[in-house]
């Protein structure tokens, strides 16, 4: 087996021994903080912060708190020093004691097996998981994470962010300061921060391709407004690529973007009440469409209300459809790996508190469901 290259914090650890060994830096001298290392090294926090802890255990420096850290008045002998117990105890033995899984909602559709997932993974490595649902508000969103946070209750956070319009403040905060931190489900633009989730292009193309081959034309998307949420964004992208990848006209394409009731906190039933209007006001608009892609289980049930009475039906396809043998056969649908992204997001999360590089973002796998050959 090749031996691995130094850790991040391993690397810091070299570089204030190599400095004091030197004499640059002398018994009483500041050492660069924290965030003076995070940034030297382009590291997070908690790895700058563990370097300085095993320095502290080893008798190099001292810290005073609100004050900084110092080369100790005594030093250890450097040549002879041993850090390789204390480091071993960083990366291995020791075991954070909490995270904490921010999400909006679950339900046996979608988000149930991901957070059953992430318990099973923490409780495999012994980690105690908090859970903070923000029922898809952003404002109990940002709550969540700065009591987490800022009160030090727990070492790393697994995120499902919510859905809207601009970003949670206290999300980017977080992600900025280099707090360990993975997003499931969903990333965010032009934010380097981990995250693990579905190809949502290649999903609903391949959906959207499944009803072409079943000789369907004009294929709808029906979907919440997509902007500034990269599920529901990929989602539309892969639906169009189907039609542009087997050379059909993209006037074939239709699309109801402008439905709300499944929205965090919208499903009421005056809400539901006016998506059944706008789809079968869409509906007398283009009756020459035969199927609808939609982003989401609950909207394709409201889909099913709206066009129970047309005939010919049109077919509804969509992410994620529970198989329930008592109510009958589900819709056609996306099957994410939601077991995979709870354990690859418990996995990435313990990787980066030990310091170690994770990728910006991991893609869990998909398959395509036909209810009615499953």
Not at 8 to 15: M, Q
Not at 58 to 64: D, K, L, N, Q
Not at 296 to 312: D, K
Request: some cysteine.
């Amino acid at each position: 087996m090749a031996a691995r290259g130094p850790l991040l914090y391993e690397r810091i650890i070299d570089y204030l021994l190599d400095e004091v060994r030197r004499g640059a830096l002398t018994p009483g001298d500041r050492v660069p903080s924290e965030m003076e290392l995070a940034e030297r090294f382009e590291v997070s926090r908690i790895t700058s912060k563990k370097a300085l802890e095993i320095l502290q255990q080893a008798g190099v420096v001292h810290r005073v708190r609100g004050k900084g850290s110092f080369v100790a008045a005594e030093l250890p002998d450097l040549d002879s020093l041993a850090l390789s117990p204390v480091r071993a105890a960083a990366e291995g033995e020791r075991v954070p004691g909490t995270i904490a899984m921010i999400y909006p909602d679950a339900s046996e559709a979608y988000g149930l097996e991901l957070l059953c997932a992430v318990e099973e993974r923490c409780a495999e490595r012994g980690i105690t998981l908090v859970i903070k649902r923000t029922r898809g508000s952003q404002e109990e969103e940002e709550k969540a994470i700065e009591s987490m946070v800022d009160a030090g209750l727990a070492e790393g956070l697994i995120v499902f962010p919510v859905h809207g319009e601009y970003y949670n403040a206290g999300l980017l905060r977080t992600i900025l300061d280099g707090f360990p931190l993975v997003l499931v489900d969903r990333y965010l633009a032009g934010i380097q921060v981990c995250a693990v989730h579905t190809d949502n292009v290649a999903a609903a193309r391949a959906l959207t391709e499944r009803l072409l081959d079943q000789g369907h034309r004009h294929i709808a998307f029906a979907s919440p407004p997509p902007e500034n949420t990269s599920s529901i964004e990929e989602r539309l992208e892969g639906f169009r690529a189907a039609f542009t990848g087997r050379g059909l006209s993209l006037d074939f394409v239709h699309q109801l973007t402008d439905l709300s009731s499944t929205l965090p906190g919208a499903f009421t039933p005056d809400n539901v009440r006016a998506d059944v209007e706008r789809i079968r006001a869409f509906q007398a608009r283009e009756p020459e469409v035969t199927a609808f892609v939609v982003c989401e289980y609950n909207l394709a049930r409201v889909m099913g209300r709206a066009i129970s009475g047309t005939e010919p039906r049109p077919l509804i396809a969509c992410f994620d459809s529970p198989l329930d043998p008592v109510a009958g056969p589900g819709f056609l649908h996306v099957r994410q790996g939601q077991r995979e992204m709870g354990r690859q997001a418990v996995d990435l999360l313990l990787a980066q508190m030990r310091g170690e590089p994770v990728p910006p973002r991991s893609i869990v796998p998909f398959s395509i469901v036909d209810p009615e050959t499953s």
